[in-house]
């Protein structure tokens, strides 16, 4: 084999590499803008949403739809400050436990502090006396020691 020969392989096997790293360079530009323009090509399972979107806008009043002085979504009862507990109360927990839980305005004072404390609960600002407000009215002590009388039962025959 000839020198001159042994120059043009060598010529040719680097030319190759250079034309394949060029169409790999290429390739992953390709697939980058193709990413870039809708990064959903390569997700492996088509992003069919498995839940609803609700729709969050004011303008859709059956979110917060009130009926019988129940807020329904969130079970607590109408009245003034409502939506104020509602934004600021049912982030973290459900509102169930604010309406389990009964107290005079120092103990839910109390328990907003404690909450601000040691759970991350933001400063409430002005809202804070709407909204001790609203729980004082809404929640207070329960004052009745035990159950009321039952009445109008329909009583039944033990069968023995
Ligand atoms: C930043 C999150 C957060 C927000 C907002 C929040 N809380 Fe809480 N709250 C908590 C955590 C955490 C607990 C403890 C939950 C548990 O014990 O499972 C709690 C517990 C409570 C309890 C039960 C306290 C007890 O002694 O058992 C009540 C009542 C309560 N929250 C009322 C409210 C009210 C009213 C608001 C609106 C002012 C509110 N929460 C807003 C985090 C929050």
Redesign the pocket.
């Known amino acids: 084999m000839s020198k001159q020969d042994n120059f043009r392989k060598q010529v040719k096997s680097i030319y190759s590499i250079l034309v394949v790293s060029f169409i790999m360079v290429l390739l992953i530009g390709a697939l980058g803008v193709m990413y870039m323009i809708d990064p959903s090509v390569f997700s492996y399972k088509k992003d069919t949403p498995d839940s609803k979107v609700v729709n969050v806008s004011p303008e859709n009043d059956d979110r917060d739809k009130i009926e019988n002085g129940i807020h329904l979504r969130t079970g607590l009862k109408d009245g003034e400050g409502l939506m104020t ?1 509602v934004n ?6 459900s509102a169930q ?2 309406i ?2 009964r ?1 005079n305005q120092e103990r ?1 004072v109390e ?2 502090r ?3 404390k ?5 400063d ?1 600002g002005p ?2 006396k709407v ?2 407000n609203y ?1 004082v009215t809404n929640y207070p002590p329960k004052s009745k020691g035990r159950r009321e009388a039952l009445t109008n039962i329909e009583w039944y025959p033990l069968n023995e």
């Open positions: 507990v600021n109360c049912t982030n973290c927990h436990l604010v389990q839980n107290m839910w328990t907003i404690w909450m601000q040691t759970q991350n609960l933001w409430l809202n804070e909204i001790v729980l």
